[in-house]
């Protein structure tokens, strides 16, 4: 029939961004969201960024005006974690999905707009082990049960041990290929214990309380599980490549 109505397609930003949710909800974590407009204290301040980090720079972050007030697009969703922290007592286990701004060139990898997830439990005994059996069953639900992941140190300011989290790829089953750049393994998130002064500066004692908080990008793993080349097809707003979802 002419006038017939087609039946419309979900994103696939927002198919995996319900996945990656859906996930945590039924792990007991709760959503939380907070403004896209932030201050220099809960985006770098509190999250034990030093003033002298590249990130601060006028080149990497979108600075408002008035300058004077310090006011910015925030660069994570990070500062979303600390606003809950100030107002709420531990335990916790809170997800923050949303979109970050960065002033970087746009390219097949790069966007000035994009969506990040952070995670944050805080409890009397977390450690590294919740976190990596959290994250090993995560990357199993989104990627596959066979599925394995690595774990290598990194350096993040709000963490300590800072992580990397790797996921075995699933196109070569680890063998190699163009996915993962013949290594056999793709960068999914960072993670990490949550840092003492971050602790610190929403007033929650170090001594009693300790946990773990985790960064990922619904973009990137949009790209990974769709063979996406191209970040700016998530936004191009062409219906012909909403249609193939």
């Known amino acids: 029939m002419e006038n017939e109505k087609k039946i419309g397609h979900l994103h696939p930003l927002t198919i995996v961004i319900d996945e990656i949710t859906n996930f945590f909800l039924n792990w007991g974590f709760s959503i939380v969201r907070g403004p896209e407009k932030e201050d220099e204290w809960h985006n770098f301040e509190a999250l ?4 002298d980090h590249p990130a601060r720079d006028m080149q990497d972050t979108f600075w408002l005006l008035p300058l004077e007030e310090r006011k910015l697009l925030r660069t994570h969703t990070s500062p979303v974690q600390i606003r809950y922290m100030k107002k709420n007592k531990p335990p916790f286990r809170i997800i923050s999905p949303g ?8 390219d097949a990898t790069h966007e000035s707009q994009f969506y990040q997830m952070e995670g944050l ?42 992580l990397e ?20 393994w793709i960068e999914i998130m960072g993670a990490g214990m949550v840092h003492p002064n971050v602790l610190k500066a929403v007033k929650i004692d170090s001594n009693d ?14 790209m990974i599980k769709y063979g996406l080349d191209d970040i700016r097809l998530l936004y191009g707003g062409d219906l012909r490549f909403n249609e193939q979802f």
Not at 123 to 152: H, M, S
Not at 165 to 184: A, E, H, P
Not at 210 to 216: D, H, Q
């Open 48 to 51: 034990n960024v030093p003033a």
């Open 99 to 106: 979109r970050v701004f960065r002033n970087e060139a746009t």
């Open 121 to 162: 439990m805080i409890d009397k005994q977390v450690t590294l082990a919740n976190l990596k059996g959290i994250l090993e069953e995560f990357c199993k639900e989104i990627f596959g049960p066979k599925t394995a992941i690595r774990i290598r140190p990194s350096f993040f300011p709000f963490v300590e041990p800072g």
């Open 165 to 184: 989290i790797d996921i075995s790829c699933f196109k070569c089953l680890g063998q190699g290929c163009s996915l993962c750049k013949n290594s056999g």
């Open 209 to 222: 309380w300790r946990g773990f908080a985790f960064g990922l990008g619904p973009d990137r793993i949009a």
